[in-house]
């Protein structure tokens, strides 16, 4: 047996002497991403970057529960919204983000709400050290879809969460 093993390994040294091993080649390719993917990703980060601001202070209630409207919305849409008339349609869990992450996922949830012709999302921030709780009504304020918010009812998060009120527009918008 060990005869015949010999015989081998000399006949394929025999016909591979004098050929050069190839060099490896240590790149790993990552699958590109769809153009689609990148336009959507830079979209959702200037959405973020250009209408959240941490300086701006919009007139926020000092006492009672979260709440705000824009200035054009009845304010019975807010108490709509404090009764849980609404069914929020997407569900945004904040927990465990950061500020900029958190931003960013704020940006792409109202995004989808207008694409999905969603009117009504709720938004998890959790109770936590308080930094999202205090954020997150300023960064609504400020995004020019955001019709209304209030704290929500206990069966969507309680003080630990927000429904917001989505302007999506008069006609859905199709995709290309």
Known sequence: MNKEKDEGMALFSAL??????????K?????????KKQLEEK??????????????QPLLPLEGAM????????????????????????????HGMRQTEAKLEIAALIQACIKQHSHCCCVMHGH??????QNIPMWLAQHPHVKAFHKAPKEWGGDAALLVLVDVGEHPQWDD
Do not use: C
């Open 16 to 25: 591979t002497q004098g050929i050069k091993p190839l060099k490896q080649n």
């Open 43 to 56: 979209t959702t980060q200037l959405h973020a970057d250009s209408y959240f601001s941490d300086t701006y």
């Open 128 to 133: 936590g050290s308080g930094v999202l709780k």
């Open 67 to 94: 709440r705000w409207a824009r200035e054009d919305v009845d304010s019975y849409e807010v108490k709509r919204l404090r009764r849980g008339d609404y069914q929020p349609d997407l569900l945004l869990d904040l």
């Open 27 to 35: 790149r790993h390719f990552a699958a590109p991403q769809s153009p």
